[in-house]
C-alpha cells in the first residue's frame, strides 16, 4: 500500500503546481491502512483542514484509480507526527509558504451511475406546491426530447429538485436502458471544462456532452452566473441537443430571468420550454413527506410527532427530514420512545429562542386578518362563532409557539377562565390531530405569515 502510496503522490505532484505540492503533499506521509481508512501523518492541524478542503478528493480518486473499487481506502484518518513538525518549521524559517492555488480536479468521465438511486418518483411526495415540477419531470421521463423540451425547474434550496432531475433520469433508464444520461452539476461541467481546456482534452469533453448523451440534466445552473466563457460552452452543448431533440432538463433556485449575469440568449433558451418551480410544501404534504421518510428509514413515528415536526421546519425538506432522524437518532441513543416530549426538546435546541421575538399580540393580529375579524373582537368576551372559532386557533398557537400559561391566555383574550383557555386548546389541538381540513388550513396559512 505504501507503493500505492508513492504512486498516487507521483500522479498528483503531475498535476499540482510544484509550489502547491511541496507545500502541502510533500510533507505529508504515509501511516499504513486501517480497513477502508488510510492513515496519513502530518506535520499540524492545519495540514488536515487545507488538505481536506483541496485536495482530498483528488487524493481518494486517484488512489482508488490506481488501486480499483474494492481496496479502495474511503476515508483519512489524520495523524499528528512530531517529527513532521519539526521539519516543517525548519522550512518554514527558510522559505516562506507560497500562496497556494485552487487544484485541478481529474474528473471522471461521468455516467448513468452518476445518478443518486435514492431519487426516484415513487419515493417523491407530490402536493399542491410541487405538483406541476413533478408533472412535467414525469413527462419528461416518459416522452424525452419532446413535449417539454428543455424543462427548466426552480425554486428553494431542500424543495426536490435535485430528486425530481435524478428521478427524470432513472425512468428515461428504465424504459430505455440504452440512454445515455448525463447528470451533473454546474460546478461540476464547469471543472471538467476549464479541466479539458487546460489538458486540451476539449474535444472528448464535447463529445462527451454533445454527441455521446441523450439526456443532460444540469443541477443548478445558477453555479454559471457570471461565469461567461463556460456559459458559451453550455450555450452551444445546448443547441447541439436540443437540435438532435435530446433532452435538456435544468435546475435552478432562481427563474431564469432572475439569474443574475447570465446571458440573455441563454435565458431565452430556458423559457423557450417549460418552466415549473417547486414551492415549499403544504402542512399536509409536510407530514407525508415525514411519514415515508419514516417508513423507508424504519422509523416508528407517531402521528403527533410528525405534526409537530411538519409544524416546525416549514421551508426546507432537507432539514425537515434532518429532523426527523435527529430525533429518531437521539431516541435510540437514549432508549427512550419517540414521543411529543423528546421532539419538542430536540427542536428546542436546534432552534433556540426561534419564538423569543413574537407575542400574543402579534399572533391575534395575524389571526384575526386571516379571519377577517377585528383585534377588539378577539380580544372581546363576544361569543358569536364568527369570533369564537378564530379565538380558539389563536389560544392554540399562542399555547403551542409562546408557550403562554393558560391564566394568562385568558386575560388575554377578554379576561376568559384558564379552564376556558385549556379547552379551547385541547379542542384545536384534536381537530388538527384529526386533519380537519379547516383547521390545518388556517393554521398553517397563519403560522406561515408568523415565519414560522
Ligand atoms: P434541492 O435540490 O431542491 O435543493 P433536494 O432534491 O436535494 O433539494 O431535496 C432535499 C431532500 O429532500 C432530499 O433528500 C429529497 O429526497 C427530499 N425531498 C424533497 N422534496 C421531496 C418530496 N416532495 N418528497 C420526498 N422527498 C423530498
Ligand atoms: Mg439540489
Not at 419515493?123 to 410541487?130: K, R, T
Not at 409536510?286 to 419514516?294: H, N, T, V
Not at 426546507?316 to 427512550?336: Q, S
Not at 380558539?392 to 403551542?400: K, L, P
Given at each position: 500500500?505504501?507503493?500505492?502510496?508513492?504512486?498516487?503522490?507521483?500522479?498528483?505532484?503531475?498535476?499540482?503546481?510544484?509550489?502547491?505540492?511541496?507545500?502541502?503533499?510533500?510533507?505529508?506521509?504515509?501511516?499504513?491502512?486501517?480497513?477502508?481508512?488510510?492513515?496519513?501523518?502530518?506535520?499540524?492541524?492545519?495540514?488536515?483542514?487545507?488538505?481536506?478542503?483541496?485536495?482530498?478528493?483528488?487524493?481518494?480518486?486517484?488512489?482508488?484509480?490506481?488501486?480499483?473499487?474494492?481496496?479502495?481506502?474511503?476515508?483519512?484518518?489524520?495523524?499528528?507526527?512530531?517529527?513532521?513538525?519539526?521539519?516543517?518549521?525548519?522550512?518554514?524559517?527558510?522559505?516562506?509558504?507560497?500562496?497556494?492555488?485552487?487544484?485541478?480536479?481529474?474528473?471522471?468521465?461521468?455516467?448513468?451511475?452518476?445518478?443518486?438511486?435514492?431519487?426516484?418518483?415513487?419515493?417523491?411526495?407530490?402536493?399542491?406546491?410541487?405538483?406541476?415540477?413533478?408533472?412535467?419531470?414525469?413527462?419528461?421521463?416518459?416522452?424525452?426530447?419532446?413535449?417539454?423540451?428543455?424543462?427548466?425547474?426552480?425554486?428553494?434550496?431542500?424543495?426536490?429538485?435535485?430528486?425530481?432531475?435524478?428521478?427524470?433520469?432513472?425512468?428515461?433508464?428504465?424504459?430505455?436502458?440504452?440512454?445515455?444520461?448525463?447528470?451533473?452539476?454546474?460546478?461540476?461541467?464547469?471543472?471538467?471544462?476549464?479541466?479539458?481546456?487546460?489538458?486540451?482534452?476539449?474535444?472528448?469533453?464535447?463529445?462527451?456532452?454533445?454527441?455521446?448523451?441523450?439526456?443532460?440534466?444540469?443541477?443548478?445552473?445558477?453555479?454559471?452566473?457570471?461565469?461567461?466563457?463556460?456559459?458559451?460552452?453550455?450555450?452551444?452543448?445546448?443547441?447541439?441537443?436540443?437540435?438532435?431533440?435530446?433532452?435538456?432538463?435544468?435546475?435552478?433556485?432562481?427563474?431564469?430571468?432572475?439569474?443574475?449575469?447570465?446571458?440573455?440568449?441563454?435565458?431565452?433558451?430556458?423559457?423557450?420550454?417549460?418552466?415549473?418551480?417547486?414551492?415549499?410544501?403544504?402542512?399536509?404534504?409536510?407530514?407525508?413527506?415525514?411519514?415515508?421518510?419514516?417508513?423507508?428509514?424504519?422509523?416508528?413515528?407517531?402521528?403527533?410527532?410528525?405534526?409537530?415536526?411538519?409544524?416546525?421546519?416549514?421551508?426546507?425538506?432537507?432539514?425537515?427530514?434532518?429532523?426527523?432522524?435527529?430525533?429518531?437518532?437521539?431516541?435510540?441513543?437514549?432508549?427512550?420512545?419517540?414521543?411529543?416530549?423528546?421532539?419538542?426538546?430536540?427542536?428546542?435546541?436546534?432552534?433556540?429562542?426561534?419564538?423569543?421575538?413574537?407575542?400574543?399580540?402579534?399572533?391575534?393580529?395575524?389571526?384575526?386578518?386571516?379571519?377577517?375579524?377585528?383585534?377588539a373582537d378577539i380580544k372581546s368576551r363576544r361569543r358569536h362563532r364568527a369570533v369564537?372559532?378564530?379565538?380558539?386557533?389563536?389560544?392554540?398557537?399562542?399555547?403551542?409557539?409562546?408557550?403562554?400559561?393558560?391564566?394568562?391566555?385568558?386575560?388575554?383574550?377578554?379576561?376568559?377562565?384558564?379552564?376556558?383557555?385549556?379547552?379551547?386548546?385541547?379542542?384545536?389541538?384534536?381537530?388538527?390531530?384529526?386533519?380537519?381540513?379547516?383547521?390545518?388550513?388556517?393554521?398553517?396559512?397563519?403560522?406561515?405569515?408568523?415565519?414560522?
Amino acid at each position: 500500500m505504501e507503493q500505492l502510496w508513492e504512486k498516487a503522490l507521483g500522479i498528483l505532484k503531475a498535476h499540482l503546481s510544484a509550489e502547491n505540492f511541496e507545500t502541502w503533499l510533500e510533507p505529508v506521509q504515509f501511516g499504513g491502512i486501517e480497513g477502508d481508512l488510510i492513515v496519513l501523518k502530518i506535520p499540524n492541524q492545519f495540514f488536515a483542514e487545507w488538505i481536506s478542503a483541496h485536495y482530498l478528493d483528488l487524493i481518494l480518486d486517484t488512489l482508488q484509480a490506481e488501486a480499483g473499487e474494492t481496496h479502495m481506502p474511503k476515508k483519512v484518518r489524520w495523524e499528528l507526527d512530531e517529527t513532521l513538525r519539526e521539519k516543517a518549521q525548519a522550512a518554514r524559517e527558510t522559505t516562506p509558504p507560497p500562496a497556494p492555488r485552487p487544484p485541478r480536479a481529474t474528473p471522471k468521465p461521468p455516467d448513468s451511475a452518476d445518478l443518486n438511486p435514492k431519487y426516484r418518483f415513487k419515493n417523491f411526495v407530490v402536493g399542491p406546491a410541487n405538483q406541476l415540477a413533478h408533472a412535467a419531470s414525469v413527462a419528461c421521463g416518459s416522452d424525452p426530447g419532446r413535449r417539454y423540451n428543455p424543462l427548466f425547474i426552480y425554486g428553494g434550496v431542500g424543495l426536490g429538485k435535485t430528486h425530481l432531475v435524478n428521478a427524470i433520469g432513472h425512468a428515461i433508464v428504465q424504459r430505455n436502458p440504452r440512454a445515455r444520461t448525463l447528470y451533473v452539476s454546474a460546478e461540476r461541467f464547469t471543472n471538467e471544462f476549464i479541466w479539458s481546456l487546460q489538458n486540451h482534452e476539449i474535444n472528448s469533453f464535447r463529445k462527451r456532452y454533445r454527441t455521446q448523451c441523450d439526456v443532460l440534466l444540469m443541477d443548478d445552473i445558477q453555479f454559471l452566473a457570471g461565469r461567461e466563457q463556460t456559459q458559451e460552452e453550455f450555450f452551444h452543448t445546448f443547441n447541439a441537443l436540443y437540435h438532435s431533440d435530446k433532452q435538456i432538463v435544468v435546475t435552478s433556485d432562481v427563474y431564469p430571468h432572475q439569474i443574475s449575469e447570465m446571458k440573455e440568449r441563454l435565458i431565452s433558451r430556458f423559457q423557450s420550454g417549460m418552466v415549473a418551480d417547486v414551492q415549499a410544501p403544504e402542512l399536509d404534504t409536510r407530514i407525508a413527506i415525514l411519514q415515508q421518510k419514516a417508513e423507508s428509514e424504519d422509523i416508528e413515528l407517531p402521528s403527533e410527532v410528525a405534526l409537530f415536526l411538519a409544524q416546525t421546519v416549514r421551508s426546507n425538506v432537507r432539514e425537515l427530514e434532518g429532523t426527523l432522524l435527529r430525533v429518531a437518532v437521539k431516541a435510540e441513543l437514549l432508549g427512550l420512545p419517540m414521543d411529543l416530549e423528546l421532539a419538542k426538546e430536540t427542536m428546542r435546541a436546534v432552534l433556540p429562542n426561534q419564538d423569543t421575538a413574537m407575542t400574543v399580540e402579534d399572533i391575534q393580529r395575524i389571526v384575526c386578518a386571516y379571519f377577517g375579524i377585528r383585534l377588539a373582537d378577539i380580544k372581546s368576551r363576544r361569543r358569536h362563532r364568527a369570533v369564537t372559532f378564530p379565538r380558539m386557533v389563536a389560544m392554540y398557537i399562542c399555547r403551542q409557539r409562546l408557550g403562554t400559561s393558560y391564566p394568562e391566555l385568558g386575560e388575554r383574550f377578554g379576561g376568559k377562565d384558564h379552564t376556558t383557555v385549556l379547552s379551547a386548546v385541547r379542542k384545536i389541538g384534536g381537530l388538527m390531530e384529526d386533519q380537519d381540513e379547516r383547521v390545518l388550513g388556517a393554521v398553517d396559512a397563519i403560522e406561515r405569515k408568523l415565519g414560522i
